[in-house]
């Protein structure tokens, strides 16, 4: 299945997802597309004249075009996703996409969509951590029980 991961530059969920079988959505796979485009003429900026349209799909005309920009990128993830994970509290090593409305906005669209969502504070202790991976790893091995 291909899993929502929030924070979406997360390496740590990415790799959990990988090794339980599903594709996560993550953040990294897309900008790599954008470095390695062709039509791409100007990194970093890593933009074509498309990305701020694809942006009003998910975002008004009036929200900051950071917003809009992001959202040109974790929009297509959030409708491709069949199932989510979502850390929350995470601090900025853990996968910081840097915009606390982007964030809002993003959680927003993952929440309203009718799919599995497996939310989790950060750990902050080594069993706290413990636990949040059996968490992941069940959420993740019932998903495969439902399609499977």
Do not use: W
Not at 15 to 33: C, F, I, T
Not at 91 to 108: D, K
């Amino acid at each position: 299945m291909k899993i929502a991961i929030f924070p979406p530059n997360s390496l740590i969920l990415s790799d959990l997802v990988e090794r339980r079988g599903h594709e996560p959505l993550s953040l990294m796979k897309e900008v790599r597309k954008k470095v390695t485009d062709v039509e791409i003429d100007s990194p970093p900026l890593n933009i074509t004249e498309a990305e701020p349209i694809k942006g009003l799909k998910y975002a008004a005309i009036e929200v900051p075009s950071g917003v809009r920009g992001r959202m040109a990128i974790f929009g297509p993830l959030i409708d491709e996703a069949e199932a989510a994970i979502i850390m929350q509290e995470a601090p900025y090593g853990f996968g910081c996409i840097g915009c606390a409305r982007t964030n809002e906005l993003s959680m927003y669209y993952l929440r309203k969509k009718d799919i599995p969502i497996l939310e989790l504070q950060y750990p902050t202790t080594r069993d706290e951590a413990i636990e949040m991976v059996n968490k992941i790893n069940t959420f993740l091995d019932s998903l495969e029980e439902k399609n499977g």
